[in-house]
């Protein structure tokens, strides 16, 4: 996916948090969204640059199985390539090579 989508509580926003853009941020509770069950809410840890620390509840818009199942394999593609007998991610991310047909002179 590369994005985890979270949003804020009902009434929350930046500035309930006093957030500018500047901060850090790790997520807890991902344990059981690892583990392919979906998961409501997690904690959001802000660190700001001069060190102090916001934490606060926010909603994980991973709402169904599927999403989770996407979320941890890295994607859509990774996770069709993870369950599809047929296909790896090297098969499907290999770069194309242009076919190239000799043409005699006259021809």
Known sequence: MGVLPL??????????????GTETFAIEGLDALNR??????????????????????VRLRIDTPTEAEYFRHGGVLNSYCATSP?????SVLRPLR??????????
């Open 7 to 20: 949003q804020f509580q009902s009434g929350d926003s930046a500035a309930t948090y006093d957030l500018d």
């Open 98 to 107: 242009p076919r190239v047909r000799a043409v005699k002179e006259g021809d």
């Open 86 to 90: 047929r296909v790896s991610a090297s």
């Open 36 to 57: 392919g069950e979906t998961v409501p809410t997690v904690t959001l840890r802000a660190t700001r640059t001069n060190g102090e620390v916001t934490t606060f509840a």
